[in-house]
T-cell receptor, first 109, second 113 residues
Framework: KNEVEQSPQNLTAQEGEFITINCSYS?????LHWLQQHPGGGIVSLFM???GKKKHGRLIATINIQEKHSSLHITASHPRDSAVYIC???????????FGTGTSLTVIP | DAGITQSPRHKVTETGTPVTLRCHQT?????MYWYRQDPGHGLRLIHY???????DKGEVSDGYSVSRSKTEDFLLTLESATSSQTSVYFC????????????FGQGTRLTVV
């Protein structure tokens, strides 16, 4: 079992829809990261959060420490949001990240 | 964008040959990481470094070695490449461990034939 689980694995949405990607973790972490990877591209850090909620443009990330769960929301989705979204927990006992396997998002015009 | 550069970006090599990938940063961050990304596995840690000449193994370190002779460079070497090492390799940096932002390179696509 992976330390970090994401759902769904694949997601197709119509442009304009509200999107939610979920992440659950089973290990102790000091922070949770949301990353974005476009096809054939590099990895970009979207958010790092250890509590509460953060917002950047149309993206919102939340975390519930007690439930060991985080969500990434995209409002008014756009085809340029099509990418793989990865959540990663920063280990609080060592120098590494625990990665989910990613959610592949396709937004159709 | 954080100053982190991987080279080469693409490489095709033959089984049994040595290969070295380079990660260069201009951020003066203490921690540097090498990951491989494979379908169905996500990113997996190969090795990491917490300072010059200070390195440690990750979960998939067999067949790989690393070196960090200066803060800005972290080298990943495949001593004798195998087809199972065909993958996309990402370097990452962070200022401190854990609760700090991580920055990733653009990746190196390595094919071992």
């Amino acid at each position: 079992k992976n330390e970090v689980e994401q759902s769904p694995q694949n997601l197709t949405a119509q442009e304009g829809e509200f999107i939610t990607i979920n992440c659950s973790y089973s290990v102790g972490i000091s922070a949770l990261h949301w990353l974005q990877q476009h096809p054939g591209g590099g990895i970009v850090s979207l958010f790092m959060l250890s509590s509460g909620k953060k917002k950047h443009g149309r993206l919102i990330a939340t975390i519930n420490i007690q439930e060991k769960h985080s969500s990434l929301h995209i409002t008014a989705s756009h085809p340029r949001d099509s990418a793989v979204y990865i959540c990663a927990g920063a280990s609080n006992t060592g120098n590494q990240f625990y990665f989910g396997t990613g959610t592949s998002l396709t937004v159709i015009p | 964008d954080a100053g982190i550069t991987q080279s080469p970006r693409h490489k095709v090599t033959e089984t049994g040959t040595p290969v070295t990938l380079r990660c260069h940063q201009t951020e003066n961050h203490r921690y540097m990481y090498w990951y491989r990304q494979d379908p169905g596995h996500g990113l997996r840690l190969i090795h990491y470094s917490y300072g010059v000449k200070d390195t440690d193994k990750g979960e998939v370190s067999d067949g790989y070695s690393v070196s960090r002779s200066k803060t800005e460079d972290f080298l990943l070497t495949l001593e004798s490449a195998t087809s199972s090492q065909t993958s996309v390799y990402f370097c990452a940096i962070s200022e401190e461990r854990g609760n700090t932002e991580a920055f990733f390179g653009q990746g190196t696509r390595l094919t071992v034939v």
